[in-house]
């Protein structure tokens, strides 16, 4: 009888309904490449869709005017109902800033246990729609499904120019590698102190909005992604994939929540890891990083931060706004380096 009583807000611990969560809950990069060939197609209007896949779907609605749209969801990382409405919301919404297009309209995409009491459900929507509402866009609707395990995220449209879109190619020889937020979501969130997840929950919580208005402030950039399920170098990847080029990380130069490095050299590992790994074995090299910042370079993100390839003038004066220089682009065969620094 306890297990059918209805559960006060007080007693919710999210992450106790759930076997993973957040953007490690996502398939691994291997299979979902492999059916998404499958589904490949041409469409008039099409920007960006399948061919190769991007953060976002980009469809030609006029000569000024294109839609950008993207969903994405999962169970919870977090405890508190509110956090977990506010970290989905900014992680469905980063697509579409990552694709340099401006929010307008979100959709609920829900699934909840019965037994969660409403006003659990009322503060990770009520979260989510303020998070919509300070990308510049509103939350119009959106559907509620049963489940025993508790899922929560957003299908977020946007605008943009058509000839403004940006994409994870492009990036050039010469080129800087910039990077809006700290990595380590993962791992702190699985091995961190309280205080060091409090910091982490913060920094998910923070909107890509003011990182794409300050990337699109200059020249363009000339490739763009954010990262998340598949880690700092599994995103990497697929730059350096679409660009035919090396993305050389500086170990060094890794922005780091709070107490993510001391977990890692712990051994704490979060499901997603051993996925991300297995998916770039042959396409990642490793020099001088050390075990636990190629933990945390493989670590699956939740709502990270914009990765872009600039030119090394912008990539000074996006230090300004925030980004950190975390390293370089070379000519090569497309593959990933995880070195010491810039002389390595």
Not at 299 to 322: F, I, M, Y
Request: glycine fraction near 14%; charge should be negative.
């Amino acid at each position: 009888m306890a297990r059918e009583r209805m559960l006060r807000v007080s007693e919710v611990r999210l992450t106790e309904w759930t076997t993973c969560g957040g953007c490690a809950a996502k398939w691994g990069a291997a299979p979902l490449a492999s059916l998404l060939r499958d589904l490949e197609g041409a469409a008039t209007g099409l920007l960006v869709g399948l061919a190769p896949f991007d953060d976002a779907a980009v469809y030609r609605l006029s000569d000024e005017l294109a839609l950008v749209s993207t969903t994405d969801f999962f169970p919870p990382l977090v405890d508190d109902p509110a956090d977990f409405g506010a970290i989905a919301a900014a992680n469905a919404c980063s697509d579409v800033f990552a694709m340099g297009g401006a929010v307008v309209l979100a959709l609920n995409i829900s699934a909840f246990p019965e037994r969660l009491p409403a006003a659990a459900i009322a503060a990770i929507l009520g979260a989510a729609a303020q998070v919509v509402r300070d990308a510049g866009g509103i939350v119009a609707g959106g559907h509620t499904i049963r489940s025993e395990e508790p899922i929560f995220g957003l299908a977020v449209q946007g605008l943009i120019h058509p000839d403004r879109v940006w994409t994870k190619g492009g990036a050039r020889p010469g080129d800087r590698l910039v990077l809006s937020k700290p990595i380590g979501t993962g791992i702190v969130l699985a091995g961190g102190s309280d205080e060091e997840k409090a910091e982490a929950v913060i920094g998910m919580r923070v909107l890509n909005r003011a990182a794409a208005e300050a990337l699109g402030g200059g020249a363009a950039p000339h490739g763009v992604t954010d990262v998340t399920g598949f880690g700092l170098l599994g995103h990497c990847w697929e730059m350096a994939e679409r660009s035919s080029a090396v993305l050389r990380l500086w170990a060094g130069a890794l922005p780091l929540y709070r107490g993510a490095l001391a977990a890692a050299e712990r051994g704490v590992r979060t499901g997603g890891d051993a996925r991300n790994r297995a998916h770039l074995e042959g396409r990642v090299r490793v020099d001088g990083a050390g075990d636990a910042v190629e933990a945390l370079a493989y670590d699956p993100q939740t709502s990270g931060g914009l990765l872009a390839a600039v030119a090394p003038a912008e990539a000074a004066r996006l230090g300004a706004a925030g980004f950190v220089i975390v390293g370089e682009v070379l000519d090569g065969p497309a593959s990933v380096e995880l070195v010491a620094g810039p002389d390595a």
